[in-house]
């Protein structure tokens, strides 16, 4: 089955930046959505950011757009993010996740596969 694996997380000061990996190994062979969701203490999860593994069209949050970019080396099975500009609010743990559909999203429920995700932290 598919297994997802999340790294680059740490901590940084408000204007910083971060990539985060997401690499993917097991069965990679299908028609995969891969997005990045993130859930702060207390907060309901967020999509972020989603791109299409075989045409490569994404989809941002409003509250990320401009500041994250999303995209994907398929030789190496790897999803990154991104993150510049960060901002205190984008504290949050970040998962990796992906489906077998045509059509993205950023809903957490339209993905099955799931990172244990990797800790993102922006200070003041």
């Known amino acids: 089955q598919l297994q997802l694996l999340e790294s680059g997380g740490g901590s940084v000061q408000t204007g910083g930046s971060l990539r985060l990996s997401c690499v993917a190994s097991?069965?990679?062979?299908?028609?995969?959505?891969m997005a990045w969701f993130r859930q702060a203490p207390m907060k309901e999860r967020e999509g972020v950011a989603s791109?299409?593994?075989?045409?490569?069209?994404?989809q941002y949050a409003d509250s990320v757009k401009g500041r994250f970019t999303i995209s994907q080396d398929n030789t190496k099975n790897t999803l990154y993010l991104q993150m510049n500009s960060l901002k205190p609010e984008d504290t949050a743990m970040y998962y990796c996740?992906?489906?077998?559909?045509?059509?993205?999203?950023?809903?957490?429920?339209?993905?099955?596969?799931w990172g244990q995700g990797t800790q993102v932290t922006v200070s003041s």
């Open positions: 996740a992906a489906e077998t559909r045509w059509l993205c999203s950023l809903r957490s429920n339209d993905y099955r596969y």
């Open positions: 097991g069965y990679t062979g299908s028609n995969y959505c």
């Open positions: 791109i299409n593994s075989i045409h490569g069209s994404t």
